[in-house]
């Protein structure tokens, strides 16, 4: 079965930095593509970042490009969602998922089956 666990989430102010973990378990994790996806309140989720399984591929979305960096360690089953330089609107609720699909497919058109887990929530104060 497959198990996802999201975390790393807190309260930051403008400018400050945060680093996400999702670590797996209950499958081949560097046969899958991970990626990061959040959700505000109100609004739809959205794809924020997308590694391959070997790690060697990645997808950032447009309006976090330069701001964030995703990277693996297998060895641990766990993604890492680096970010900086947050601001309030990047206050969400941040999850994590898995398919066998590339990174840009992953972040762009995430399967509606694969999110599972409670996420980790980021708030930005300003």
């Known amino acids: 079965e497959v198990q996802l666990q999201a975390s790393g989430g807190g309260l930051v102010q403008a400018g400050e930095s945060l680093r996400l973990s999702c670590t797996a378990s209950g499958f081949t994790f560097e046969d899958y593509t991970v990626g990061w996806f959040r959700q505000a309140p109100g609004k739809e989720r959205e794809g924020v970042s997308c590694i391959s399984g070997s790690g060697g591929s990645t997808f950032y979305r447009d309006s976090m490009k330069g701001r964030v960096t995703i990277s693996r360690d297998n060895a641990k089953k766990t993604v890492y969602l680096h970010m900086k330089s947050l601001q309030p609107e990047d206050t969400a609720v941040y999850y994590c998922?898995?398919?066998?699909?590339?990174?840009?497919?992953?972040?762009?058109?995430?399967?509606?089956?694969?999110?599972r887990g409670q996420g980790t929530q980021v708030t930005v104060s300003s």
């Open positions: 998922a898995v398919d066998q699909i590339t990174p840009a497919t992953l972040c762009a058109l995430p399967p509606a089956d694969i999110f």
